[in-house]
């Protein structure tokens, strides 16, 4: 299937923008370069990082010897994105890999001349790339937990959203406060101390995004890539939260999980 409808747009559960392929990818005698632009931190970030270059080697590229890859983390400050954006841009970078959409939207609206490999974006046609994202206050949120308190709710479950995921620390503090087991769209809020997290797996779409990048490398036009949806779903659990929230997780759905926390 093709993205006919997006036109600059191919996905893979990560996504491509279609353009040409900047200088540094058509001149064979200068080493390629790959950009990554990371909405996180180094901390964050090192493992997707590993399974991106361990993916990498496989396919041919080490770093170093045949592709140079230029790193930037915005650290969670999304106002830094444009800039690190242009920077990748200014060293003529091959392919920018990008995932979440305020980080994806800074690449694309700085270039028009490099490819984007993107992964985890939910919906990329629904989200349409927005100009902007507003943050919300602690009294906001806590107004939609007191909501939550009254309509007397036994769980909630969060759906995938760059400003919730940019906020979950607080998330977590707020379902911890009034005891009410959350289930959320990615893990890093069940590391931070959430219930439990079911959604697409991050290695698996960073593997995915290194094939695409091996492709766009070796010629392949990016309009011409498929949609491909998600193939792996991740489970994490809190045990520790469970029991906080006095729960108690079946051994059916323990044996299911991909990580546990205890």
């Known amino acids: 299937m093709k993205c006919k409808a997006l036109g600059p747009l191919a996905v893979l559960a990560l996504h491509v923008l279609s353009t040409p392929l900047g200088v540094a990818a058509q001149e ?11 909405g996180g931190d180094p901390s964050t970030s090192e493992s ?32 830094r994105l444009p800039a690190l954006a242009a920077e990748l ?13 305020p980080v994806i939207r800074a690449a694309k609206q700085t270039t028009s001349t490099i490819p984007i490999v993107m992964s985890s974006v ?6 349409g790339f927005v100009t902007s994202l507003e943050v919300r206050s602690n009294a906001e949120f806590e107004g939609v937990f007191a909501a ?11 759906l995938p959203d760059p400003l919730l995921y940019a ?18 769209a990615s ?38 890539l498929s949609i491909q949806p ?6 994490v659990i809190n045990l520790r939260t469970a029991s906080a929230v006095g729960l108690s997780i079946p051994k059916s759905v323990r044996d299911r999980a991909d990580r546990m926390f205890r």
């Open 48 to 79: 997707l990082d590993k399974v991106f270059q361990d993916k990498l080697r496989r396919l041919g590229y080490v770093e170093g010897q045949n592709i140079a890859i230029e790193r930037r983390w915005a650290g969670r400050r999304l106002d």
């Open 187 to 224: 893990r890093e809020p069940v590391e931070a101390g959430g219930l439990m997290s079911y959604g697409p797996s991050p290695r698996d779409n960073r593997q995915r995004a290194a094939v695409y990048v091996d492709r766009i490398l070796k010629g392949a036009k990016p309009a011409n």
């Open 28 to 38: 064979p005698a200068k080493m390629p370069r790959i950009g990554v632009l990371e």
């Open 230 to 235: 998600p193939t792996k779903f991740e489970l």
């Open 89 to 101: 841009v200014r060293l003529q970078v091959a392919v920018i890999v990008a995932a979440e959409e």
């Open 122 to 127: 939910e919906d990329p046609v629904g989200a």
């Open 167 to 184: 906020q979950h620390e607080r998330l977590v503090a707020l379902a911890a406060k009034d005891r009410l087991p959350t289930i959320y």
């Open 148 to 158: 939550i308190a009254r309509a007397r709710a036994e769980a909630l479950a969060l």
